[in-house]
């Protein structure tokens, strides 16, 4: 690589923050990997930075953008979002927060089917990168390219995010059909009906259609539901084992967004009448109103209508 090596600080050295941190040190930036934990400030960790990249889980958003608005961020930075989260203040995705709170800052989000654990592994995946400023989109791409990590641009930076988000909520419903040995059918049906749910639910918060069949949306779809390393998916598959969500969140490792982000999710969907099927089950599931057979139920016997 040519380029001068740039200053990356990570906020939220979680699983998905550690593993951007490994791929962006591929090109010898300087990675700087913060956490609430580690004893440097966070004032000390932002000076210089090119990047401000935010991993943190949605619980963590708020605050560390607080954080942040009280110190002075370097005029030349620009703020990467990494989180798969709904605001349950303001019902508002990651990157929405984030541009009200730097509006003079570009900001980047980072998404796609990309489980930490197989990227760690160095597996070959790839990732969308979006901005309605390309050029800060573009940079961040060329950080994080790797001959095993390829990054793709596009200009739907919302709904790049809400690919991502609103998946973990399928994700869920994923598990507890493999949980239950539904079989191939059925999670083919589930996952090719939730498709135009994520879409109708995007496309009214403002998202561009056609970035739903991409990585970020698809794709991650496709990554999440399929896979056992999804936290999203355990959670689905331990209840439709008969666990509860206390039992299974106490041996998680790390955060199952899809939980709050199916509760934001309902919020929206019941204030704006929209109609969301599945989510309405993994609500009610989640809530412990109905066992994960009753939710399959549900949705089989709703009225008959067209494709
Ligand atoms: N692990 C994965 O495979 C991927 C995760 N993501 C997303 O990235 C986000 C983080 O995921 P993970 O790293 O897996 O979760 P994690 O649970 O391993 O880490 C979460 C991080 O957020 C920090 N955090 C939480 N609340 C905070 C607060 N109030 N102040 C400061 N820091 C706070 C924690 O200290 C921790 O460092 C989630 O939104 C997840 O959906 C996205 C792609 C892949
Ligand atoms: O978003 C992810 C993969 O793209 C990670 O999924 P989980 O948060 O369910 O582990």
Known sequence: MTEKPKNITIVGAGMWGTALGVLASHHHHHVRLWSRRCPENLASVIVDADVILSAV?????????????????????????????????????PSRLWQSAFPDYPVVVLSGP?????????????????????????????????????????????????????????????GVCDGLHLGT?????????????????GTYLGA????FFGLSGLGDLLATCNSPLSRNY????????????????AHLEGTAEGINTTNVL???????????P???????????????????????????KSE
């Open 185 to 201: 059918n059925a999670k083919a049906a589930l996952l090719t009906r939730a498709l135009p749910e994520i879409i109708r639910v």
């Open 266 to 276: 309902v919020q929206i969907a019941t204030e704006q009448n929209l109609y969301v």
């Open 114 to 174: 990309n489980l930490s654990k197989e990227i760690q592994q160095n597996l070959p995946a790839a990732t969308a990168v979006a901005s309605t400023d390309l050029t800060a989109a573009e940079t961040i791409q060329v950080i994080f390219a790797t001959e095993k990590f390829r990054v793709y641009v596009n200009s739907d930076p919302l709904g790049t995010e809400l690919g991502g988000t609103l998946k973990n909520v399928v994700a869920i419903a994923a």
């Open 234 to 249: 355990q959670v689905g598959y331990g209840l439709a084992q008969g666990k509860t969500l206390e039992e299974i969140l």
């Open 57 to 93: 889980s949605m619980g963590g958003v708020t605050p560390i953008i607080k954080q942040l608005q009280d110190l002075n961020l370097p005029k030349k930075a620009i703020i990467v979002t990494a989180t798969k989260g709904l605001d349950p203040a303001t019902t508002l995705t």
């Open 278 to 304: 599945i989510a309405t089950q993994v609500y009610r599931l989640l809530r412990g109103e109905i066992s994960p057979l009753t939710a399959v139920k549900s949705l089989m016997e709703r009225d008959l």
């Open 208 to 211: 561009e259609k056609e970035t």
